[in-house]
Every structure is written in C-alpha cells, then in structure tokens.
C-alpha cells in the first residue's frame, strides 16, 4: 500500500475516534443518555480520568516514541549535522514531557501553586503566565524547525494546521480561566455559562488531539523519508546504519 495512503489512513481513524469523543460527550454525558455516573465521567471529554484523556495522552506518547525512533537513526547516520540531531532530541524530550504534563496535569499543578504564591490577581489560570510563554518558544522552534524538515507542501500545510489547533487550544483555555471569560458568549447566545463553559472545553480538548495528530502524522513521514533509502547492518552486535538522505 502507498504510504501516502497509510498516513491518510492513520488521519482518518484519529481523528474517527476524536469526534467520536465529542459526539459521546454530548450525548452519553450531556444528554445523560446513559443513568450511571461513573459511565458518564467516563465520556465526560473535560475529565482528566476519561477516555479521550487517555487517547490525548497515548497519542503523544507515540509521537515522542517516533521522535525517539528518528533520533536514534540519524545519529547513526554521518551525513545528518549536530543541528538535525539537536533538533530532533529537543522534539523527542518536549513530546515526552507533554505525555507526562498531560498524564500527571504538571502545568495545571504549577500553575496553582504559582496563583497561590501571587499577591496580585491573576487574569487567568497560573500556568498561562508561567509556562504559556515556554510552549510559545517552542512551538515557533516546532515550526521553524519542522518546516525546514519537512520540503513538501501538503507537509507544510499539515505543519501549520497543527500549530493552529494547539495554538487556539491555548487561547480557548485562556479565556476559560478568566473570571467571567465566558459570560459575553453566553449572553450573546443566551446559554447558561455552564453549557457555553463545558463545550468549549469540548473544543478545546478536540483541538489539541488533532493537533497532535497533525504531529503524529508528520514525525511518521518524516521516518519514512529517512528509512526508506536506509541500509541496516548489524555486525558483532553493533547497529550500523547508512542512508543517502541529506541532512
């Protein structure tokens, strides 16, 4: 099968499974089509101990496992310059924190000891003015480094697309941190803030599990460009691997 059609194929089912999070929010949790707590926290997308969760996190637990597998290639590989492996040891340990942020919900926790730690109201959630600026560094890193690795333009494309999602993911959770963030949409949409509060939560959560697919589908490209020329020996057990991909 065409690895063009593969990739398309690993989107579909992402990104299938990430709508289908928000469909079963609506109508399992928020519709209470089903009677049993426990079943309706489980469906309840802005729960850190819910389904789609812990498919946010698996999903980037292997994006920084492909950044790892990338890394260990071209560090065997002589034609590949220091800034190429920098580069990719840098995505592969900040893909490995965001697995571990979003499982153990790190930026949320220093965020509340930040707020606890300020004298001075804060405009919105802690971790916003503490490690917001951290994530901006490194996604303009993500992007200028990615878009340089990544020569075709469907690849660019897909690059942006997932700077988009997280980057509005961020923005939605900014304004859901602010004391009355949500009340002018819900006056303007005459909702209770509680419905316009807990769905876009629901929004935010689907950006940034399709953001990170984007990702996903990126790094898997990327490691069939680099292993699709690549020679693999292994002589009295050392690995020794040879590609005519430039760096």
Not at 78 to 88: I, L, Q, R, V
Not at 182 to 195: A, G, M
């Amino acid at each position: 099968m065409h690895k063009n059609k593969v990739l398309l194929k690993i989107f579909i089912y992402c990104l299938t499974i990430e709508i289908g999070f928000v469909i079963f929010d609506l109508t399992v949790n928020w519709m209470r089509w089903s009677d049993s707590g426990a079943i309706r926290r489980m469906f309840n997308i802005t729960r850190e101990d819910s389904l789609a969760s812990f498919f946010a996190v698996f999903q980037t637990i292997v994006v920084a496992a492909v950044c790892w597998i990338i890394l260990f290639i071209i560090q065997r590989i002589k034609t590949k310059s220091n800034y190429t492996k920098a580069g990719w040891l840098t995505l592969a340990i900040f893909f490995s924190y965001m697995a571990i942020d979003d499982g153990a919900m790190l930026h949320e926790r220093i965020g509340t000891v930040f707020k606890h730690a300020s004298e001075s109201e804060l405009i919105s959630y802690g971790w916003q003015i503490v490690i917001a600026p951290l994530f901006v560094v490194m996604g303009c890193f993500l992007f200028l480094f990615l878009w340089k690795h990544n020569p075709d333009r469907r690849q660019k494309l897909w690059l942006c697309a997932a700077i988009v999602c997280l980057g509005s993911a961020v923005c939605i959770d900014f304004i859901e941190g602010m004391p009355v963030g949500f009340n002018w949409i819900s006056s303007f949409l005459q909702l209770p803030v509680k419905t316009v509060s807990h769905f876009s939560k629901s929004i935010e959560e689907f950006l940034e599990m399709l953001g990170m697919t984007f990702f996903l589908i990126l790094t898997i490209q990327y490691l069939i460009r680099l292993t699709f020329e690549v020679d693999v020996t292994i002589k009295n057990g050392k690995v020794s691997v040879r590609s005519n991909i430039g760096s």
